[in-house]
């Protein structure tokens, strides 16, 4: 009888709980569904498989207001929480969608300085907009109605300690999450990676709860011990590159590397197979032409793209990919890694001392003198910085230094390559000394939209008709200015050309010409290939960028290489060219030539990747193609290994700046000893 009493006070007591609180109760259900609906417009999925972070703020925030007198003002801090918690998830997914999907992490921090320029458009989620606004206008609408009907809130003492006793548990397993959800984030043994159960979406910890969880890691978890410098120091020099087939080919050569922003083989070529919505696309029943005629018409509107690739001096590299974003990938064929910090090694590292970089290599062996070129602001990605003081170009011009009218809105993507080559053609590829180039272009780079300074191009098109505007279709009317865009790209390539000719200088020059990662924006990639969902055969052509890589005007009965290779392959690929020895741990990828082949560890996705598969861990594998057996995956297995063993040792080498001093003049003397 007793127990049937206290059972029916307790129910009691709940009751008149429940009542009083009926804006909390509807706080809790308003904020799980914004955040559901975050997750589900970035990662497809409406649930989270680690919600604990997420749910402990909500429990610390609803014990917070059991402190507040009355329900105005409860009703006020709950309608705050509602539209921060909006806030911050609507901030991620546009970072999310403006940047082809990735969540953030720690080191994004430092591009805080470059983020209005980096987003540049903002892409609306609509779905999660139109859902988290109807979500709050209803709290606001029938929550104001409640706070005159429910009963009086209590704020005895007694309540007061209960809540507080309350409030010091849920922030004690708070903490305990927060520390024990991060106890296996090594930066010195990265292999729990291929074993980890995150997914790397917000589908694990939310958007918010990964928001806080990196902040955590970042401050807390990322410190790296430089540990047993002999040890570090026979990895380095532990290995050498070794010679293949075209080993010295570009002996003595000039050097020009051309990262192209959003470069993708479907800017100039024709494919029904793989791009069957590019040139291939049939917009009007009437066209007739063929397949010969509609690349008759490429070859006039992109003329010196088919001059670089259909030249019996061009090494194709045809199944070449990259995951990354520009500075990542930029780096990557400079120094032929990249570590994995809590910060971005532009804005973390920009005064290390890299005696490994291609232009510290080519000075120190050949006393060649490099400088870096981008019609972008100069102050972008720290690359004004970065690029003279770590990786050792004598010098950096930029946008500023090029245009006589400057465009500093946005990306500054309205200041042509063609007209960046054009100026600085003399100081690019000077004809009285060996030189090492870098340029990195931006005409290519999204938004996509119609532009007054390509006004011609867009007439090109249409005089041949190719990719003609459509009312109404922004994917192919996207196309088509990405296009147009890659003809003044394709301009650029030809003043570049036609001055090592008219200099005499093109027989004696290597030039590599690829793309930084594929075009996402606005899903050009993903509309042109037809690629949406990871289950599409063929998913990882979605990641499949241009290689090109012409040494001097050799007849080498223009190669292409068909074996999977990717961004970190570049650099080892251009010092093999050169006959130059370089210490092969130092390089995450091989060169083309050599019969290995290497793996791809994303640092912008944190994704795993080859031409067959693609995975967060070996848990959780998103694509793999049905040639790929159980040997390949033990293969692939064993390869991130070796790479994620590479990437630790790197992670020492940048957070001490293992090189500086008399450590540097060591790697100087042994790289000239490796080369005699």
Known sequence: MQLKQTAKNVGKALLHFIKTNYLMVAYIFASVLIELTGVAVTAGKFYMTSPWLFLSFIAIACLISQYLPGHKSRYAYFMCLLIINFILDFVFIVIFDSTGGTIFDYAMLSLRRDAMIIVEIIPMSFTFVFVSVLIISLYGTLGFMFTKRMPQPNVALAAKITTAALAALVLCGNIMLSYFGNTNYNSNDLNYKLYQTETGTYSNKGIVG????????????????????????????????????????????????????????????????????????????????????????????????????????????????????????????????????????????????????????????????????????????????????????????????????????????????SVMFDNCKEQMFPADRRFNTYITTITQHGQYAERENLKDNYAALDELGILPYIEDDEDANALRYYCAAGMDT??????????????????????????????????????????????????????????????GNQDLGRPVINKFTCVCDIYPTILDLLGVTMFSNLNYGVSAFSPDTSILWSRAYEKFLTDKIYFNSLSNIIYMSPDADEAYLKEVEQKAKTLLDKISHVNRIFASDYFKGEVAEEFNTLLIAAND
């Open 210 to 417: 990964n928001f806080y969880n990196e902040l955590v890691r970042g401050l807390w978890f990322s410190d790296i011990d430089v540990g047993d410098t002999q040890e570090l120091h026979d990895f380095i020099y532990r290995k050498q590159t070794e010679p293949t087939p075209l080993t010295g080919k570009a002996s003595g050569y000039n050097v020009v590397t051309i990262l192209c922003e959003s470069f993708e083989w479907f800017t100039f070529l024709y494919d029904a197979d793989k791009y069957p919505n590019g040139f291939a696309r049939v917009v009007n029943p009437t066209d007739t032409r063929t397949e010969d005629e509609i690349k008759a018409a490429l070859h006039k509107l992109y003329p010196n793209m088919y001059r670089f690739y259909e030249s019996n001096s061009t090494v194709i590299l045809n199944n070449s990919h990259s995951l990354e974003k520009t500075d990542i990938s930029e780096n990557k064929s400079i120094l032929g890694n990249y570590p994995l910090l809590s910060n971005y090694v532009n804005y973390g590292y920009p005064e290390n001392s890299l005696p490994y970089s291609m232009p510290n290599v080519l000075k120190t062996l050949f006393g060649v003198e490099s400088n870096s070129f981008h019609n972008g602001t100069k102050t972008f990605y720290n690359r004004n910085v970065h690029h003279v003081n770590a990786l050792g170009f004598k010098s950096y011009t930029s946008g500023e230094d090029i245009y006589e009218e400057y465009d500093s809105d946005g990306l500054g993507e309205y200041n042509l390559d």
């Open 490 to 551: 394709d301009k650029a390539i030809g003043v570049m050309l036609d001055y090592l000719e008219e200099n005499h200088i093109a027989d004696r020059t290597l030039i590599t010409l690829f793309g930084d990662h594929n075009a996402y924006y606005q899903g050009i990639s993903n509309y042109a290939k037809n690629i949406y969902f990871s289950n599409t055969p063929n998913y990882t052509d979605l990641y499949r960028v241009p290689v090109m890589i012409k040494v």
